[in-house]
T-cell receptor, first 112, second 111 residues
């Protein structure tokens, strides 16, 4: 069984540019989560999808961040325009109900 | 707001010693607690999940205990090996269905 995959593994962009991160959850997992770790801080929740619906997006930092989950399958997280403080590692996780969350390898975003 | 603390932040132990990693959380209303391992530049690997109704879980050399009422969990790694060197993260799942993480315990096992 394939795990959670994320693309790209690393992205370097300039301030003001746009970046789109992609996450493919484990097949059959209705729950999909985005988390972020910025330098020196703990991993923090961004948002939660149940199928294609946003269940909770209270962790999104501001309206420069937009997440979608098309047809309840893969998800994208777009940052537009990117700022320096958006640098960090973005993790995606999926689960079946309130059970174990399985994490992807993360996307390291560097904004210069 | 749930806060998760992991102590110590970093530790080094000689190979063969038992490792004891501590995690505390402020809100005892949790569904479960997960321990993860993270290697440098890699993702999170789930090690153990303890449901709120359980007291402990075991997998091989790993044992995790949970005392929900006091807001504590401990991860024991028996007979540590150099390959156990990594960062260990504790995370609790609350009623809001999101994981709250600690900053991690960075472990180095010295051969």
């Amino acid at each position: 069984e394939a795990g959670v995959t994320q693309f790209p593994s690393h992205s370097v962009i300039e301030k003001g540019q746009t970046v789109t991160l992609r996450c493919d959850p484990i097949s059959g997992h209705d729950n999909l989560y985005w988390y972020r770790r910025v330098m020196g801080k703990e991993i923090k929740f961004l948002l939660h999808f149940v199928k294609e619906s946003k269940q909770d997006e209270s962790g999104m930092p501001n309206n420069r961040f937009l997440a979608e989950r098309t047809g309840g399958t893969y998800s994208t997280l777009k940052v537009q325009p990117a700022e320096l403080e958006d640098s960090g590692v973005y993790f995606c996780a999926s689960s079946s109900g309130r059970w174990e969350q399985y994490f992807g390898p993360g996307t390291r975003l560097t904004v210069t | 707001k749930q806060e998760v603390t992991q102590i110590p932040a970093a530790l080094s132990v000689p190979e063969g010693e038992n490792l004891v990693l501590n995690c505390s959380f402020t809100d005892s209303a949790i569904y479960n607690l997960q321990w993860f391992r993270q290697d440098p530049g890699k993702g999170l690997t789930s090690l153990l999940l303890i449901q709120s109704s359980q007291r402990e879980q075991t997998s091989g050399r790993l044992n995790a205990s949970l005392d929900k009422s006091s807001g504590r969990s401990t991860l024991y790694i028996a007979a540590s090996q150099p390959g156990d060197s990594a960062t260990y993260l504790c995370a609790v799942l609350g009623g809001n269905n999101r994981l709250a993480f600690g900053k991690g315990n960075q472990v180095v096992v010295i051969p």
